[in-house]
């Protein structure tokens, strides 16, 4: 009994060894792959927010790919795609719009949050226009927001989510 006892024991504390290493080794970040601010090459979420002039309901994705951390990336080598719909209070007027030739001119860092500036062009009445991009809070429930400061069409900064991204 006593012999069988200690091997119980003995066999009890090895599996408890292996359990605290298993779960040991891996960190929150690494299990769900989320990036942060220095080391996300690429990102993808939502648009979901009001615009004025008019009551404009804007809902739509959007996507990041930096080849490479876009902390440090190139601007050339940003791409960044978004497409959107708008609709009036009431479900009226509802109509899209997709992006095309997105062209950054900055990438700055601060904390947690990556701005982008560039170039970027809509369909129909958006047209050509500045466009400055944001992401707060990489790492964590992150936030995206996108701004045309020129443009009359599409006013404000228009918020949605950070659905995924990867170092
Ligand atoms: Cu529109």
């Known amino acids: 009994m006593k012999a069988n006892a200690v091997w119980i024991i003995a066999v009890a ?3 408890a060894g292996m359990i605290v290493t298993s779960s040991g080794g891996v960190s929150v970040s690494e299990e769900f792959g989320q990036a942060t601010a220095a080391s996300m090459r690429e990102a993808s979420g939502t648009v979901f927010d009001w615009a004025t002039p008019a009551d404009w309901i804007v809902s739509g994705t959007w996507t990041l790919k930096c080849g490479g951390p876009c902390a440090s990336a190139e601007p050339g080598s940003i791409k960044f795609d978004m497409a959107h719909t708008m609709v009036m209070e009431g479900g009226n007027a509802s109509h899209a719009h997709s992006y095309k030739d997105f062209a950054a001119t900055a990438v700055a860092t601060e904390g947690d949050n990556l701005m982008i500036n ?15 991009i944001k992401l707060t809070g990489v790492g ?13 069409h599409l006013m404000g900064e228009i918020s949605g989510a950070i659905v995924e991204s990867d170092d």
């Open 118 to 132: 560039g170039m970027i062009t809509g369909s129909g009445p958006v047209g050509t226009a500045p466009i400055k």
């Open 140 to 152: 964590g429930a992150g936030m995206f927001s996108f701004e045309l400061p020129e443009n009359q």
């Open 13 to 15: 504390a090895i599996v």
